[in-house]
């Protein structure tokens, strides 16, 4: 079966811009988490959706949005832009939730100059 | 305030040895630990996990020891492959949709 995409691989913004990634999970998958990877502080959750309804938030600034549509598939926005939020976003997906464990995608590799 | 400690950021070890990495956790309420590994430019892997009932599990060379009175889990792999080399991390849930991880550890297998 296929598993958990994410679009684009890669991305180059400028400073103040924003963007929009989108994740499909794996069919029949309805929680959907992201996560923000870097060198420094290593994979940090951000989000939960679960059936189209943020269940859980992690403690990022209220530039990082997201949301999920009745098809599972989950699109994350990032408003104004930093240079600290370059980073590997990644998109999981899994039946119910964390104690299901979860499948990622290979992520979006986000560089903001 | 790090819930989740992987304390070795690197560990090498030779060809069909055992390799453990370590994880210390603080929050008594996570009740379930997985381990994931991740090769660069890919998302992590899921290896195996081990809920809180629980002080052993596992699944062929891998093998996750938990110790709750320490807040200590570790994965052991035996025998070690040179294709087993990737950043392992350890993660833990208390079923509140997330998983807190830890910062990772690079293990290499030398040939």
Known sequence: KAGVTQTPRYLIKTRGQQVTLSCSPISGHRSVSWYQQTPGQGLQFLFEYFSETQRNKGNFPGRFSG???????????????????????????????????????SGTRLTVV | DQQVKQNSPSLSVQEGRISILNCDYTNSMFDYFLWYKKYPAEGPTFLISISSIKDKNEDGRFTVFLNKSAKHLS?????????????????????????????????????
């Open chain 1, 67 to 105: 949301r999920q549509f009745s098809n599972s598939r989950s699109e994350m926005n990032v408003s104004t832009l930093e240079l600290g939020d370059s980073a590997l976003y990644l998109c999981a997906s899994s039946l119910q939730g964390a104690d299901y464990g979860y499948t990622f995608g």
């Open chain 2, 75 to 111: 994965l052991h792999i035996v025998p070690s492959q040179p294709g087993d080399s990737a950043v392992y991390f350890c993660a833990a849930t208390g079923g509140g949709g997330n998983l807190i991880f830890g910062k990772g550890t690079k293990l290499s297998v030398k040939p």
